[in-house]
């Protein structure tokens, strides 16, 4: 099961990611994940990288192709897996298409107006990744991961002049990729404008023939 997953930043793709993965027995490829462990890294290319995600700006296609190819290669894709933030733009989609066939891409959909307010709330776990937002889904004990009591901290890029620029690339950019998948039949759609709980029920209506 190959499945994309598209929407604005800070639309839920990375919360949905986590939770379907756990039903479909899939890796979560984010794409932004692998991006901020080689910042982390502080090699040439991660301090490159950080500077893109610092301007909300979108890396360079041939690097996140090849980054892609070689994550998709590992062991643990073999059954297949999430793709959480790529595609984002029609060079990267039509690179995929050469490189393997796609199953589904769920559309998460939320109006720009949610985005802003969600994303300056938005807090990750450093150690295993888990989202929080301290309006909807506030951790129990503040600052610390309620799965593993690790630090709770908020990306670089979470602020609100980032946020507008990456909203405005999303529309430019990755939009255009709804019409794609859907003229090749294979999009589905799920409001996510809701709570976590209406969200995810949507989530998992839209993937109903998938999740079974
Ligand atoms: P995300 O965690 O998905 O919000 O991604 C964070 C940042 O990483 C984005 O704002 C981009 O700078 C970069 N990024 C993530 N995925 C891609 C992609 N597929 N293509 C280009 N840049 C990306």
Redesign the pocket.
């Known amino acids: 099961m190959k499945l994309i997953l598209l929407g604005p ?2 639309g839920g ?2 919360t949905q990611a986590k939770r379907i993965l756990t039903k479909l027995r899939i890796p979560q490829i ?7 462990a080689e910042a982390a890294s502080g090699s040439a290319l991660g301090k490159k ?1 950080k500077e ?2 610092d ?7 041939d ?2 192709i090849q980054i ?1 190819k070689n994550r998709i290669s590992e062991p643990d894709c073999a059954k297949g897996y999430i793709f ?6 029609m060079p ?1 989609a039509l690179a995929l298409d050469t490189i393997t066939k796609v199953d589904v891409a769920l559309n998460i959909m939320v109006p720009d107006s949610e985005i802003i307010g969600r994303l300056t709330t938005r807090r990750t776990c450093k150690d295993c990744g888990a989202i929080y937002n301290l309006k909807s889904i506030p951790p129990k004990v503040a600052g610390k991961c309620d799965k593993c009591g690790a630090h709770l901290f908020q ?1 670089d ?1 979470d602020n609100e002049k ?1 946020v507008m620029n ?1 909203l405005k ?1 999303y529309h430019e950019q990755t939009a255009p990729l709804i019409e794609f998948y859907r003229k090749k039949g294979i999009l589905v759609e799920a409001d996510c404008s809701g709570t976590l709980e209406q969200n995810s029920a949507l989530v998992d209506k839209a993937l109903e023939k998938w999740l079974k």
């Open positions: 930043p800070g793709k990375g984010s794409t932004g994940d692998l991006l901020r990288l893109y995600m301007m909300g700006k979108l890396g360079p296609d690097l996140i892609i959480d933030g790529f595609p984002r733009t990267q990306r890029d980032t990456r690339i």
